[in-house]
T-cell receptor
Framework: GENVEQHPSTLSVQEGDSAVIKCTYSDSASNYFPWYKQELGKGPQLIIDIRSNVGEKKDQRIAVTLNKTAKHFSLHITETQPEDSAVYFCAASIGGGSYIPTFGRGTSLIVHP | DVKVTQSSRYLVKRTGEKVFLECVQDMDHENMFWYRQDPGLGLRLIYFSYDVKMKEKGDIPEGYSVSREKKERFSLILESASTNQTSMYLC?????????????FGEGSWLTVV
């Protein structure tokens, strides 16, 4: 089955810096890659996603890139703010049928004021 | 907005008790999931369901069962709770077919077994 590796497990940055979280996947059939943000005491919330026919997607300060050949995708957060502090999860899945995403183990992002 | 509601946010149960965790979604989604979240282990799939009365085992089904009698409701059952089942439990729902692959999570249920 699919295996998703996520790095780093913890990331500490100063406010205003950029943050990058990287994930690799094993199944070349995977074609959908969502990213979730989980704030303390809450459930994960979808923040951005990308499909395999797109190489990059941006939404304000966050962007996701996908390299299908290398089977890795990354989350980029620019101009980080303290409210960006959370656990971020990447996931990979094969669309269609009984959709089951495989999640990475999560990255704890800490943004210091 | 999609709403996935977990009825109990915090529970404390005794070893050996039968525990029910309830989840309701309001988007007519076909698929529903139960995950367990533990520090350092990420999100691990316990069970999922792609239709009423249908269920499939995930990665860690041992000690758990599920029930889906109505499309909007998916219950997780701990037949005999044990201390190693102390964890945060997350319910999720989503459409099955591409492009509706996004799944949406509830707020989580914190279960402590003493």
């Amino acid at each position: 089955g699919e295996n998703v590796e996520q790095h780093p497990s913890t990331l500490s940055v100063q406010e205003g810096d950029s943050a990058v979280i990287k994930c690799t996947y094993s199944d070349s059939a995977s074609n959908y890659f969502p990213w979730y943000k989980q704030e303390l005491g809450k459930g994960p919330q979808l923040i951005i996603d990308i499909r395999s026919n797109v190489g990059e997607k941006k939404d304000q300060r966050i962007a996701v890139t996908l390299n299908k050949t290398a089977k890795h995708f990354s989350l980029h957060i620019t101009e980080t703010q303290p409210e960006d502090s959370a656990v971020y999860f990447c996931a990979a899945s094969i669309g269609g049928g009984s959709y089951i995403p495989t999640f990475g183990r999560g990255t704890s992002l800490i943004v210091h004021p | 907005d999609v709403k996935v509601t977990q009825s109990s946010r915090y529970l404390v149960k005794r070893t050996g008790e039968k525990v029910f965790l309830e989840c309701v979604q309001d988007m007519d989604h076909e698929n529903m999931f139960w995950y367990r979240q533990d520090p350092g282990l990420g999100l691990r799939l316990i069970y999922f369901s792609y239709d009423v009365k249908m269920k499939e085992k995930g990665d860690i089904p041992e000690g758990y069962s599920v029930s889906r009698e109505k499309k909007e409701r998916f219950s997780l059952i701990l037949e005999s709770a044990s201390t190693n089942q102390t964890s945060m439990y997350l319910c999720a729902s989503g459409q099955g077919a591409f492009p509706g692959n996004t799944i949406y999570f509830g707020e989580g249920s914190w279960l402590t077994v003493v």
